[in-house]
Nanobody, 124 residues
């Protein structure tokens, strides 16, 4: 059983920053591909960023490229998302996800096996 727990969401003004954290436990393995998704009300879950197991390669969605940074600290099974220059359209529920494989189809929600419960981000 794998548990992923997100934290760090909140309300912020446009132009501000937030740092999201996702802590993995249980059968979580640091060799897995990890990703961040967000979902706004009435919209599909959107891939934001993904990171290879060793942290050596990262991928970003066009909407966040240059503003968000994904990173991971495998020693304590933690994933991060640093979000800068936030915009109102960044608002939504943010989820971390783990794929029990190397990063391939990272934009597909069905590529990931485990999901956290989400943390809300509101930008006004």
């Amino acid at each position: 059983h794998v548990q992923l727990v997100e934290s760090g969401g909140g309300s912020v003004q446009a132009g501000g920053s937030l740092r999201l954290t996702c802590e993995g436990s249980g059968s979580f393995h640091s060799t897995w591909c990890m990703g961040w998704f967000r979902q706004a009300p009435g919209k599909e879950r959107e891939a934001i960023a993904s990171i290879y197991s060793d942290g050596g390669r990262t991928l970003y969605g066009d909407s966040v490229q240059g503003r968000f940074t994904i990173s991971r600290y495998n020693r304590n099974n933690t994933l991060y998302l640093q979000m800068n220059n936030l915009k109102p359209e960044d608002s939504g529920m943010y989820f971390c996800a783990a794929a029990r494989n190397p990063c391939t189809q990272v934009a597909r929600t069905d590529f990931y096996h485990d999901w956290g419960q989400g943390t809300q981000v509101t930008v006004s």
